[in-house]
């Protein structure tokens, strides 16, 4: 079963741009869909983007869409988010997982294999 870690959060001013990485083990990620959820304090977890496992196909939030960039790097066996334009309103826990159903699913019940988690905080 693949597992995942997610890396790259931190603080950064809004405007400002960081790339996140989820690391996968014990699968290739070419086998697998992935997501990207993230959890902001007070608030339940919610859909960023997902991408196909041929990365052919993605899917954003409309309130991410324009400003973050799914993808993945096979030879690294390791999916990105690229985050640019960040409002403080993106501060968050942001977690990669696996989908168990289609990758358009924004029902966090529906996915699984979840990171720990990496800490995004932008500043105003």
């Known amino acids: 079963q693949v597992q995942l870690v997610e890396s790259g959060g931190g603080l950064v001013q809004a405007g400002g741009s960081l790339r996140l990485s989820c690391a996968a083990s014990?699968?290739?990620?070419?086998?697998?869909?992935m997501g990207w959820f993230r959890r902001a304090p007070g608030k339940e977890r919610e859909f960023v983007a997902s991408?196909?496992?041929?990365?052919?196909?993605?899917y954003y939030a409309d309130s991410v869409k324009g400003r973050f960039t799914i993808s993945k790097e096979y030879a690294k066996n390791t999916e990105y988010l690229q985050m640019n334009s960040l409002r403080p309103e993106d501060t968050a826990v942001y977690y990669c997982?696996?989908?168990?159903?289609?990758?358009?699913?924004?029902?966090?019940?529906?996915?699984?294999?979840w990171g720990q988690g990496t800490q995004v905080t932008v500043s105003s």
């Open positions: 991408i196909s496992w041929s990365g052919a196909t993605t």
């Open positions: 014990g699968g290739a990620l070419r086998s697998y869909n």
């Open positions: 997982a696996v989908p168990m159903g289609p990758l358009s699913d924004p029902d966090e019940s529906a996915w699984g294999n």
